[in-house]
């Protein structure tokens, strides 16, 4: 009687609609304390593929969906010849999707397709055979010393908005945050005595992050003389924007870009600043193990990465430490080599 009352209950699910089955993920994903940054990317995959699957079909059921459709999927986003559509800050451009934006839809819809197994909608993990794009592995490339002068140089400290832009720059770079724990981060979890931050990371995971005395000093400059009164008095947030309320994950993306256009350095992105502390931390002697808990990683393999793009500074070092450059010598220029008639040596070649 049981496994007959099993069995119906997935046939009633199967049927159930394919839009009404994602908002149910969805919903599950809130209920399990998954971040809104991550239930929004799964809603923004599996709204792609909705529109898709209804493009044939007015209502797509839970029972019609076939690896194939996924498939078809994935072929449709790699053959797109533009980029950024209804894309928030950038204009709809001239190429293709890159392999890591179509791995994500795929990871997307493979965490879809386990969930609906999970739950008995289907009686198989429908998508367990779907594969994604083989995506090239491209070191990520930190700002320079010199990108990161610039960019401090850039901020006027003078004004209420400078001043918390700055400070914003400076925990970026020198804490590794995410966009989200700088946005959500509270006066309450600041221990400006002891230079550190509680944050609460991915799955809620808490974690302290240790400050420098320059960033440290650039926050109490905002608080203490440049933050706006809250509009509200629960509202606990570190970072206002002008009107008092609590900044938005855009405001600080198109904070990001004015100041990318200002210093001519193209590539600005907040969690390009993750990677630059992570890099630079390995190079000025942090350890690993260390870095792996201030970025609140899970696993180690996730930091490691960031060894191979710290050892990529080899050739700086060699230069502040070439043996020969440093001995000082002067080497005085005595033209071309002159060739031994014969044998084509010169005369200092010979062994």
């Known amino acids: 009687m049981v496994t007959r009352s099993k069995s119906i209950l997935q046939r009633e699910r199967m049927e159930l609609t394919l839009r009404r089955a994602k908002e149910n993920f969805l919903a599950a994903l809130t209920l399990e304390g998954k971040s809104p940054e991550t239930i929004l990317w799964h809603n923004k995959k599996l709204t792609a593929f909705l529109a898709f699957m209804e493009t044939t079909a007015s209502e797509v059921r839970i029972r019609d969906l076939a690896v194939d459709d996924a498939r078809s999927f994935v072929r449709s986003l790699m053959e797109r010849t533009t980029k950024y559509a209804n894309h928030k800050f950038h204009r709809e451009t001239e190429g293709g999707l890159a392999p890591q934006t179509i791995h994500g839809y795929v990871r997307s819809l493979k965490t879809f397709a386990a969930w609906l197994a999970a739950e008995g909608y289907t009686s198989e993990h429908i998508f367990e055979r779907l594969q994604p794009p083989k995506v090239p592995q491209v070191l990520i490339e930190p700002l320079t010393e010199d990108e990161i002068r610039r960019l401090l140089v850039a901020i006027p400290v003078d004004t209420p908005e400078g001043a918390r832009n700055y400070a914003m720059l400076a925990l970026f770079l020198d804490t590794g945050m995410r966009l989200s724990e700088l946005v959500n981060l509270e006066l309450g979890h600041v221990d400006f005595a002891a230079g550190q931050l509680k944050v609460f990371g991915k799955g809620a995971k808490e974690r302290i992050v240790p400050m420098g005395v320059a960033a440290r000093r650039a926050l109490v400059r905002y608080c203490e003389h440049a933050r706006p009164q809250p509009n509200q008095l629960q509202q606990r947030q570190v970072f206002l924007n002008m009107a008092g309320d609590p900044i938005s994950r855009d405001a600080v993306e198109k904070i990001m870009q004015r100041l990318s256009r200002r210093t001519r350095i193209p590539r600005l992105h907040p969690h390009l600043l993750r990677h630059t502390f992570a890099v630079r931390y390995l190079m000025n002697g942090g350890d690993v ?30 230069r502040l430490s070439s043996p020969i450059d440093n001995l000082g010598l002067v080497e005085k220029k005595r033209g071309r080599p002159r060739r031994q008639p014969g044998n084509g040596m010169h005369p200092s070649a010979k062994v």
């Open 289 to 318: 193990f260390t870095l792996q808990k201030i970025l609140g990683h899970t696993s180690l393999e996730m930091t490691r990465k960031y060894v191979t793009l710290a050892s990529g500074d080899v050739k700086e070092r060699h």
